[in-house]
């Protein structure tokens, strides 16, 4: 905070006077003079003293020029850091999202990102989703991403997209080489289905009830990747999204069926922050990251 000053003593010291310590500073050696005379001042005693018409340190001189420049090496360090954040080579950010998207879909995103980004630390919540909205409204998270959010006038849309409800079933599977299936061709088999905290299990619901099936579960859970062991272990249908088993349908370890019911509407990814504030350098180049990510997912189902 009084960086000048400290500024001035150091040079005097490296130069031995004020007049080329004022010529090295571009200021008038008055001024050099005046602050190197209220520092001694606020000290009580002498700075300098004359030696053979140069200035040497007293030993309180030494001690405070010790600190002086501990001061100055602390200051271009603190300096350094607050560039590094704001042009985001470091910093954090954190991300909370839904179970299902935190094991499927952030993995190969956060492996991209760490790569590009290696010194920005990401910490990644796994919530319900209005707890996903409670944390980016109070500023716990920066970032949230879940399905179906309800509007909320704490936070701002940053991304959306809709995704459609399939069958997940073995390779094997009879309905596995369909272009699509309608739900009654479901229920003729063990059927694997979110737990009704999920929104997508609303969805389900719905769509069951509108089409007169009557859909008892063999499974519940809210864990989609204990929906995804039990399809690839020959246990029954899951009934999720694309993103849901990206890797898996990727790897060639499961098939997605798109669902024809017309009923059936789609789920709503949103990527969203606090509506208030700014993102900082960090959080902004995560959020692209997400955005970009979601939107090649899309584009490749």
């Avoid at 090496?73 to 470091?90: F, G, I, M, N, P």
């Avoid at 910490?123 to 970032?143: E, M, N, P, T, Y």
């Avoid at 969805?203 to 509108?210: C, G, N, S, W």
Wanted: aromatic content about 4%.
């Amino acid at each position: 905070m009084h960086a000048r000053v400290l500024r001035y003593l150091d040079e005097v010291v490296r130069r031995g006077s004020i007049r080329k310590a004022a010529e090295a500073l571009h200021v008038s050696p008055t001024a050099v003079s005046r602050k190197i005379l209220e520092l001694e001042a606020e000290f009580g005693a002498p700075l300098f003293e004359r030696y053979l018409r140069r200035l040497r340190l007293t030993p309180l001189g030494e001690m405070v020029l010790a600190h002086v420049r501990k001061t100055l090496r602390d200051h271009e360090a603190l300096l350094e850091r607050v560039q590094a954040y704001k042009t985001a080579r470091q910093g954090s950010v954190t991300v909370a999202t839904t179970a299902g998207l935190a094991g499927a879909l952030m993995p190969a995103l956060l492996h991209d990102f760490g790569r590009r980004h290696p010194g920005i630390l990401v910490r990644v919540l796994d919530l319900s989703v209005s707890s996903i909205v409670a944390a980016v409204a109070s500023g716990a998270a920066h970032l949230g991403l879940a399905y179906d959010v309800q509007p909320d006038s704490a936070i701002a849309t940053l991304a959306r997209g809709n995704w459609p409800i399939g069958a997940i079933v073995a390779p094997s599977h009879p309905l596995a080489g369909q272009r699509s299936v309608m739900l009654a061709d479901c229920v003729g088999y063990p059927l694997i289905l979110p737990e009704s905290t999920m929104s997508i299990r609303g969805l389900l619901d719905d769509a069951f009830e509108q089409a007169a099936i009557s859909a008892p579960p063999a499974v519940e859970t809210t864990s989609t990747a204990l929906m995804r062991a039990l399809v690839m272990l020959g246990g029954g249908i899951a009934l999720l999204n694309p993103l849901d088993v990206l890797h898996e349908c990727a790897a060639g370890t499961l098939a997605f069926v798109p669902l024809a019911d017309g009923q059936l509407p789609m789920q709503r990814l949103e990527l969203f922050a606090r509506a208030s504030g700014q993102l900082d350098p960090a959080a902004s180049l995560m959020a692209e990251q997400i955005a970009a990510g979601v939107a090649a997912a899309s584009e490749a189902r």
